[in-house]
């Protein structure tokens, strides 16, 4: 347990992540704007009497809009679900950190999956509840308040936060993680 990182150096991850996930919002937001109001322009050409004037004016604002309100978040989810598949992110790998077991070893592809539906369940409910139109939202909003909350639990002597003890999982330096233990014969 005395391996484990706590709240200090993980919050220096997440602050590294932030910027780099804002950096690409910035890059690509824009381009997939461009792509958008180009596709927006060239139907309001069809449709208006001044396609130049009116398709530039109707693409350029839909593009912009659209760049940033499908952009954002699709970055934003892809960059974070890296971590549920690795056990880590770019932030944390600057800092050579991995996300690991509880007990130290290198986590499973289940329990790192865990880990980012009960750390990001803002995001989750709130996909599901775009997608059923449902009340979802509300209820992934509500979790992701208690989530971000509990993140601070990382500061404890456990330096778990609620979605490492929900999920069974901790971060580690990178080099101290061992290897999973080979499964049982059966």
Excluded: N
């Amino acid at each position: 347990m005395d391996k484990r990182i706590g709240f200090g150096p993980r919050f220096g991850a997440a602050l590294i992540d932030f910027l780099l996930v804002c950096v690409a919002i910035v890059i690509i937001g824009p381009i997939l704007g461009g792509l958008l109001g180009a596709a927006a322009m060239s139907e309001a050409a069809k449709e208006a009497g001044d396609p130049a004037a009116q398709g530039a004016i109707a693409g350029g604002m839909l593009g912009a809009l659209g760049g940033l309100i499908v952009g954002g978040p699709i970055i934003g989810a892809l960059y974070f679900l890296v971590e549920g598949v690795t056990g880590y992110t770019v932030g944390k790998l600057a800092l050579g950190l991995r996300i690991g077991t509880a007990e130290g070893t290198l986590a499973p592809l289940p329990k790192l999956l865990l880990r980012f539906v009960c750390k990001h369940p803002h995001f989750v409910f709130g996909t599901l509840g775009a997608l059923t139109f449902g009340a979802l939202s509300t209820v992934g909003t509500v979790l992701g308040v208690v989530a971000f909350f509990g993140c601070f639990m990382a500061l404890g002597e456990k330096k778990q936060a609620l979605h490492d003890l929900l999920a069974g999982t901790a971060v580690y330096p990178k080099a101290l993680l061992q290897p999973a233990p080979a499964p049982a014969a059966i």
